[in-house]
């Protein structure tokens, strides 16, 4: 076979059912062996950029491995920041694109991006585990099942250079799947767990609290971390990253901790009551930790569990650094812990999350919630869409102003159902986030939040949407500006603020245009038929919601931390 089927035929026998693409000559060879190869599925995006955040969606949603390609040069680097994304959010992706002829390399040739030209090879290793050119058809083979194996063991995305002599060269070669227990390997350390178990069991360590990063998720140990904090009345709760780990309704749920954190949470861990914190699965970053804040470091005791031992002890060391699965360290301290000892704990734990709940809702500024203002309140938004969407819906969030919004008033009711660009936080990435999650989770409704500025940027990914098919609902947070920046200019003056407009959009009429409905929403009584009508509808549907942009997000005790962060300097 040629080495172009031999590529998307791997692909496919590895379990990746779609691949996400823009077209263009260095990957012509590649057409026939995408149309032609059962089980996969090629998806055209309207941007390299959006088949990056597609591939990356998919990957998430799927527990496996999410493809893009493109050409050479200017489509592989189209992907730099959706591929920053991923590596910054551990996301496993293949990026593949065209080369220019081996004969070509460094001779003036249109677009030439190898190694010898741009180099585009070397500028995606500062964003990638890994980024090689297939060289010669009898490397393919090794290089990849090394970028493949390096994507889904480090959660990295990588990239492969393919020049197109060697996409259309002869190869005899077989792919042998790479298997679950190279990919989530369940190791544990066990003298480090037996440790923590013990700490665990002093009687003046009893006031435990868990705080659960994505890397639960990773580790597909939900099941483990609600069987644990279960078994033990342990209060828990998550990073933004990690939103929803656990259902937020849960009576041993706290919420986020960190940036777009509840009160609950905050509350909780920056208590002086606690005993212990027990850390998994979490990088301990600036958003997932108040800004560095020290007051959650617990009075006794600090546990890190973590399968990256780099990603222990970053911030603050640990009286207990575990590196382990973070599932099957759960499930390791479930059978072996001294449960009598934890259960004699019981009493103090329910205590303390009883007083915590008492000083107020788990909401900040949760009579917002039932604002009747129009233009509408933020909050009321946000209310009014999670009452209308199924418990079973999937967010994803953009960046911006109503991320805050989305993860202070979204209430995750199913694990696994809340999907972000976290960390880097590129805006408009969210659509063709959305885009990838639906087509790996068809079974279940999907709402994309994002915001008018976003749209600006990535909105055209709802003609892709919309020529395959795809039913997403996209709720457009529509306050005509650049919000979150807005605060911040409308101190400046009327200049800055003038900077930060965003005028005479017709969002509707926009997603009419590229093949998807919509309608405007105005108040926030229409919202939950608008909904019923998005979820009938077999494409993409957007809403076109007109908030106010002068509402401050809520997150308030993060902007108090920056205050004392920058005063401190």
Same mark, same amino acid.
């Given at each position: 076979m040629k080495v172009a089927d031999y590529l998307i035929s791997s692909l496919g026998e590895q379990g990746v059912g779609?691949?996400?693409?823009?077209?263009?000559?260095?990957?012509?060879?590649?057409?026939?062996?995408?149309?032609?190869?059962?089980?996969?599925?090629?998806?055209?995006?309207?941007?390299?950029?959006?088949?990056?955040?597609?591939?990356?969606?998919? !990957?998430?949603?799927?527990?496996?491995?999410?493809?893009?390609?493109?050409?050479?040069?200017?489509?592989?680097?189209?992907?730099?920041?959706?591929?920053?994304? !991923?590596?910054?959010?551990?996301?496993?992706?293949?990026?593949?694109?065209?080369?220019?002829?081996?004969?070509w390399e460094g001779m003036g040739g249109f677009q030439d991006a190898s190694g010898a030209g741009?180099?585009?090879?070397? !500028?995606?290793?500062?964003?990638?585990?890994?980024?090689?050119?297939?060289?010669?058809?009898?490397?393919?083979?090794?290089?990849?099942?090394?970028?493949?194996?390096?994507?889904?063991?480090?959660?990295?995305?990588? $990239?492969?250079?393919?020049?197109?002599?060697?996409?259309?060269?002869?190869?005899?070669?077989?792919? $042998?799947?790479?298997?679950r227990d190279l990919v989530s390997p369940a190791i544990v350390d066990e003298r480090a767990l037996a440790n923590l178990a013990a700490a665990l069991a002093e009687p003046d360590h009893q006031r435990i609290v868990v705080l659960a990063g994505p890397g639960v998720l990773h580790a597909d140990g939900t099941a483990q971390l609600r069987a644990f904090v279960e078994r033990f009345d342990i209060p828990v709760a998550t990073t933004l990253s990690g939103k929803g780990l656990i259902e937020e309704d849960h009576p041993l749920a706290l919420g986020v901790f960190g940036y777009g954190g509840s009160r609950w949470a905050i509350d909780a861990i920056r208590s002086d009551d606690v005993d212990v914190l027990i850390v998994v699965g979490s990088g301990l970053s600036q958003r997932d930790t108040?800004?560095?804040?020290?007051? @959650?470091?617990?009075?006794?005791?600090?546990?890190?569990?973590?399968?990256?031992?780099?990603?222990?002890?970053?911030?603050?060391?640990?009286?207990?650094?575990?590196?382990?699965?973070?599932?099957?360290?759960?499930?390791?301290?479930?059978?072996?812990?001294?449960?009598?000892?934890?259960?004699?704990?019981?009493?103090?734990?329910?205590?303390?999350?009883?007083?915590?709940?008492?000083?107020?809702?788990?909401h900040l500024r949760a009579e917002?919630?039932?604002?009747?203002?129009?233009?509408?309140?933020?909050?009321?938004?946000?209310?009014?869409?999670?009452?209308?969407?199924?418990?079973?819906?999937?967010?994803?969030?953009?960046?911006g102003a109503h991320r805050a919004w989305f993860a202070e008033y979204w209430d995750v009711r199913q694990p696994g159902t809340h999907y972000s660009l976290t960390n880097l936080g590129p805006m408009g990435g969210a659509i063709p986030l959305g885009i990838g999650v639906q087509l790996a989770r068809p079974q279940q409704p999907l709402l994309v939040a994002t915001g008018d500025g976003c749209m600006l940027m990535h909105g055209m990914?709802? $003609?892709?949407?919309?020529?395959?098919?795809?039913?997403?609902?996209?709720?457009? @947070?529509?306050?005509?500006?650049?919000?979150?920046?807005?605060?911040?200019?409308?101190? @400046?003056?009327?200049?800055?603020?003038?900077?930060?407009?965003?005028?005479?959009?017709?969002w509707v009429g926009f997603a009419r245009s590229v093949g998807a409905d919509g309608e405007r929403v105005e108040e926030p009584t229409e919202i939950a038929a608008a909904v019923s009508r998005a979820l009938a509808t077999d494409g993409p549907y957007l809403l076109d919601l007109v908030i106010d942009k002068t509402h401050p997000t809520p997150v308030g005790p993060w902007r108090q931390r920056q205050r004392e962060w920058e005063d401190n300097d």
């Open positions: 779609h691949i996400f693409l823009d077209l263009g000559g260095l990957n012509d060879a590649f057409m026939p062996a995408l149309t032609g190869t059962s089980g996969v599925r090629p998806i055209v995006a309207a941007f390299e950029g959006g088949a990056a955040y597609m591939a990356d969606g998919y !990957a998430r949603a799927g527990g496996g491995l999410g493809v893009c390609m493109g050409i050479g040069g200017p489509g592989v680097l189209n992907m730099v920041t959706p591929l920053t994304a !991923a590596m910054t959010d551990r996301t496993p992706v293949l990026a593949i694109s065209g080369e220019v002829a081996r004969s741009i180099d585009d090879i070397s !500028a995606l290793r500062a964003v990638t585990g890994l980024s090689v050119s297939l060289s010669s058809p009898a490397v393919v083979p090794h290089h990849l099942r090394h970028a493949m194996t390096h994507a889904l063991t480090q959660r990295v995305p990588t $990239h492969i250079s393919v020049p197109v002599d060697v996409q259309r060269a002869d190869i005899d070669a077989t792919w $042998h799947r790479i298997g108040l800004q560095w804040d020290p007051a @959650m470091l617990p009075s006794k005791r600090m546990a890190h569990i973590d399968p990256d031992p780099l990603r222990i002890g970053r911030t603050w060391p640990s009286e207990h650094a575990v590196v382990a699965n973070p599932a099957t360290a759960l499930a390791w301290l479930l059978e072996f812990v001294d449960a009598q000892a934890l259960d004699s704990g019981r009493a103090a734990r329910r205590a303390f999350l009883d007083t915590v709940r008492g000083r107020g809702p788990r917002d919630t039932t604002s009747d203002a129009v233009p509408m309140h933020p909050a009321r938004a946000v209310s009014e869409l999670r009452a209308a969407f199924p418990d079973d819906g999937v967010l994803c969030v953009d960046s990914e709802l $003609h892709t949407a919309a020529r395959e098919g795809i039913p997403i609902v996209v709720a457009v @947070m529509n306050n005509s500006s650049y919000g979150n920046i807005y605060y911040r200019a409308h101190a @400046m003056g009327p200049g800055p603020e003038r900077l930060t407009d965003i005028a005479g959009m017709d």
